[in-house]
């Protein structure tokens, strides 16, 4: 037994070191050595738990996705207004990106992931998933207009949101992300929202992103 | 000068050599071995030309930038409505990404360049600019909202379009690029077209969508 906790703390720790290491230098240009290296493990160790780079970087994906998708779980179960939950989501995604290495390195990674062997097509199809819930629940709250085509928007916001932390990465290092959301919001809003709840939601990307401004701890 | 000119085709046939094996394994994985046998030259002929990977890919970035922007200008300079050559200009670069080797490698290198030591934000700074001049004619014509914040939407359509080719790639290999973006368009435009134009311009998304397919060679 407490051997295998401590083969599931060094695999946890091989995870964090590679994380590292490939937001560092990039997953191409990083070598197994310097993986070892930063996870303060041996090669041997390294191999045992993983049989190649892409192996890890595999890893790395499955392990954000987890973390994302458990926040959008969070929000899907405590009954949060549909759109609101579509609009509060992106913000925690950004949040996880600035302050969590395992999911920059792994959204990275999956956008680097083009030429593995792995599809790592399940991350986006998940999101797409998860926010056609979003819409679908959006539309049943009377928030959504309800001729908007779900799976569209869906795969919309999913690939938006992408190149929205994509640019800010590269302008910012993602030292702007929310305000660039809360203008993605603001242009998508019009698509999306009844005409009747347009009042009510005019300035729902402001409110969120105030509101999760005021709750940080 | 003979002399001169094979200097200039030794040097474009190492960028094509070098956007083919990079696309092919990714910039990380690519060494500059491969790099000189995908150009047919030797490694003394690469060395002379480019000193480092990284000098490669920012030539692959410029060359992609160059060809990109090129098509901007011709919608700029030809007093295409601004509203319809900012939708335009995202169906001609979706095609270049499928049928250009350079650009598709070109705008992968500029997404996956963060950690290099040359800044590449130029690409999408020079996009969110030329946005803006479309954006700014589109209200001159009256067709786009004079209330819209033209930089937000410049930044934001850059991003977004940005997003959808990526996703496009990991999911289809960019074969649902055009369809992806007519919903982009679908979505985006309520946010953007000035109400008393709105029944003229709600279809122009599909309506340059089928045209450029009619245009095809």
Redesign the interface.
């Known amino acids: 037994m407490p051997q295998q906790i401590r083969a599931q703390e060094t695999r946890a720790a091989i995870i964090r070191g590679a994380a590292a290491a490939f937001e ?7 070598s197994l050595a310097q993986v070892s290296a930063a996870a303060g493990v041996t090669k041997g160790a390294l191999y045992f738990h993983f049989d190649s780079k892409e192996a890890l970087a595999v890893a790395i994906i499955d392990a954000q996705h987890t973390e994302s998708v458990s926040a959008g779980r969070e929000l899907l179960d405590n009954n949060v207004p549909g759109l609101r939950a579509l609009v509060s989501i992106t913000y925690e995604l950004a949040r996880q990106l600035r302050d969590d290495l395992i999911v920059s390195a792994g959204v ?1 990674l ?6 593995f062997s792995t599809p ?2 399940a991350s ?2 998940d999101w797409i998933a998860a926010c056609e819930e979003f819409v679908r629940r959006g539309i049943a709250d009377g928030d959504v207009v309800p001729t908007v ?1 779900v799976r ?2 869906a ?2 916001v ?7 932390q ?6 910012t290092r993602r030292g702007d992300i929310d305000q ?1 959301l809360t ?2 919001w ?7 929202v009844a005409p009747e709840r347009w009042d009510d939601l005019k300035d729902l990307p402001e409110r969120v992103q105030r509101e999760r401004v005021a709750a940080r701890p």
Chains 1, 2 share one sequence.
């Open positions: 560092q230098r990039g997953y191409g240009s990083t990275r999956t956008i680097e992931a083009v030429n790592v097509s986006y199809l085509d569209a928007a795969r919309f999913t690939a938006a949101f992408t190149g929205v994509v640019v800010s990465d590269v302008l660039r203008e993605m603001t242009l998508l809003l019009p698509g999306l």
